[in-house]
């Protein structure tokens, strides 16, 4: 006896897009079983990171109230680690810090000392906020942070 099986439908859509696909089972030329599955395209979520701003900068701020820290304000689109690192204008690395990986609005705090707990010196610092599991543009920001003691 002679089986034969075939599918046809699309095989591509768009964001929403109901892909259905069409079974057919036919034994010596009679149609056996038909069945059809269909399911709903969901386009991925690229990850992305905005920079929101450096307060205070420069730091630590003249004003007493406020402690003797540099925040980092970022926003990202989905929940992700992230981690700042913290480099002299020459490169050098001189801090990374853990920072809060929740979806939305965060801020990560930098107490103006390197990875040895020792404060830095007057300078403008770079930085890189970065998700460590994504390597692509849109899930990392640069930028400057000015340090006047």
Do not use: C, H
């Amino acid at each position: 006896a002679l089986r034969s099986f075939s599918l046809w439908g699309r095989g591509f859509g768009e964001d929403g897009t109901v892909l259905t696909v069409n079974g057919r089972l036919t034994q010596s030329g009679v149609l056996v079983d038909q069945r059809t599955a269909s399911v709903t395209v969901k386009k991925p979520i690229e990850p992305a990171v905005w920079l929101k701003g450096v307060y205070p900068n420069p730091a630590p701020s003249d004003n007493p109230a406020f402690p003797p820290n540099a925040y980092v304000y970022y926003e990202t689109n989905i929940a992700m680690p992230m981690t700042l690192d913290i480099f002299t204008v020459a490169g050098e690395k001189v801090r990374s810090l853990e920072a809060p990986g929740a979806r939305g609005a965060q801020q990560v705090t930098w107490d103006l000392k390197n990875d040895w707990g020792q404060p830095v010196a007057s300078a403008v610092y770079a930085f890189r906020l970065w998700s460590r599991l994504l390597v692509i543009p849109t899930s990392e920001v640069f930028g400057f942070i000015a340090v006047l003691r």
